[in-house]
Nanobody, 128 residues
C-alpha cells in the first residue's frame, strides 16, 4: 500500500521558516517526481516545488523561488520542503504527491496535477 504522510505544519510567524516533510512508503522511488502543492481556503490548488528522484533536478513556483528548497533523502524515503521568509500568502494545506518520472523535472509538473499518489496534507498558518 502506497502511503504519503506529510508533517511539519503548524502556526509560524511571518518572516520565519518552516520545514515540511513527506514520508513515502510502499513504492519504489528510483525514478519518480515528487511534488509539493498547497491550497488556501477559497483558492485554487497551487504547485510549489517538485524534485526528480532520479537526478535531483528541481523546479519551483515563482511565488517561492529563492526562498524555498526541496530535497530528497533516499535513505529515509522522505522529501523535505524548506520555506524561508514566510508570508501570509504561504498559508494553506500542503500536500505531497508522486508519479513515475524519467529525466529532469519540468515546470508543468507543478502546473498540472497528474500525480498517481497523494498525501492527505498538513496545515500551515502564518501569523502577520
Amino acid at each position: 500500500q502506497v502511503q504519503l504522510v506529510e508533517s511539519g505544519g503548524g502556526l509560524v510567524q511571518a518572516g520565519g521558516s518552516l520545514r515540511l516533510s513527506c514520508a513515502i512508503s510502499g513504492i519504489s522511488l528510483d525514478s519518480t517526481a515528487i511534488g509539493w502543492f498547497r491550497q488556501a481556503p477559497g483558492k485554487k490548488r497551487e504547485g510549489v516545488a517538485c524534485i526528480g528522484t532520479g537526478d535531483g533536478s528541481t523546479v519551483y513556483a515563482d511565488s517561492v523561488k529563492g526562498r524555498s528548497t526541496i530535497t530528497f533523502d533516499n535513505a529515509k524515503k522522505t522529501v523535505n520542503l524548506d520555506i524561508d521568509i514566510l508570508k501570509p500568502e504561504d498559508a494553506g494545506t500542503y500536500s505531497c504527491a508522486t508519479r513515475p518520472w524519467y529525466g529532469p523535472v519540468r515546470r508543468d509538473l507543478i502546473t498540472t496535477y497528474s500525480y498517481e499518489f497523494w498525501g492527505r496534507g498538513t496545515q500551515v498558518a502564518v501569523s502577520s
